[in-house]
């Protein structure tokens, strides 16, 4: 079993900036791709950003250029960060891991954009 805590959600004004970490702890041997998922109100659940284990990074265009998705394979942990926020970022983000053939979520944090 894997659990992921997610932290670095929040509120803060358009153009602004925060950062999201998850760390996975429990029974893991390789974690295979790590990735952010968020869900707004309204919406279905989409993929933002996810990193495979040697690190090639694939994103959804709208974050293109402003988020960046990193990880530390010794640590099992995932970084978002997010740059020139706007309103429409505002969602519930979910990290996700791969582990062989079975797949783990966090609980969820809360990112505002709004003046």
């Known amino acids: 079993q894997v659990q992921l805590v997610e932290s670095g959600g929040g509120l803060v004004q358009p153009g602004g900036s925060l950062r999201l970490s998850c760390a996975a702890s429990?029974?893991?041997?390789?974690?295979?791709?790590m990735g952010w998922y968020r869900q707004a109100p309204g919406k279905q659940r989409e993929l933002v950003a996810v990193?495979?284990?040697?690190?090639?990074?694939n994103y959804v265009d709208s974050v293109k250029g402003r988020f960046t998705i990193s990880r530390d394979n010794a640590e099992n942990t995932v970084t978002l960060q997010m740059n020139s926020l706007e309103p429409e970022d505002t969602a519930v983000y979910y990290c996700?891991?791969?582990?062989?053939?079975?797949?783990?979520w966090g609980q969820g944090t809360q990112v505002t954009v709004s003046s």
């Open positions: 990193i495979t284990y040697g690190g090639t990074t």
């Open positions: 996700n891991a791969q582990v062989v053939v079975s797949e783990y």
């Open positions: 429990g029974s893991i041997s390789r974690i295979n791709n």
